[in-house]
């Protein structure tokens, strides 16, 4: 369960990073609806990292899949997301990446699934 305490410290932490960044700078260089995306995308972050290190200490059978499923979800979801919100100030298209955004939610609502699954499998 080390890779669940790695991961989510990480997620935690970088959501803290760029959020004190968006707030603090961002704010000034991208257009309001690029500054909500972002949000977003730390919001989902730091929600699941905090998940990851509350599930890496839990007893539940199916730990490992809610594990990779959260980590996979988080980084299709929240890094998608973070790049997309870039696009106004750089020469790059990154359209590329607006398919794994649902695809990394998706991840996360299966993990989700999973997780309450086993919750009331439970004795």
Known sequence: MKKAKIFGTLFVLISVIFG???THYLKSILP????NSIDVSLRYMIYHGLGLLIISILPIKEKRY???LFIIG???FSLSILILS???VSNSNFGWLG???PIGGLL?????IILLYSFIREK
């Open 66 to 68: 809610v594990i990779n």
């Open 108 to 112: 996360l609502i299966s993990g989700w």
């Open 74 to 76: 988080t980084l299709l």
């Open 86 to 88: 870039f696009q106004s």
């Open 99 to 101: 398919p794994l955004t």
């Open 32 to 35: 309001k609806i690029a500054i």
């Open 20 to 22: 004190a960044i968006n």
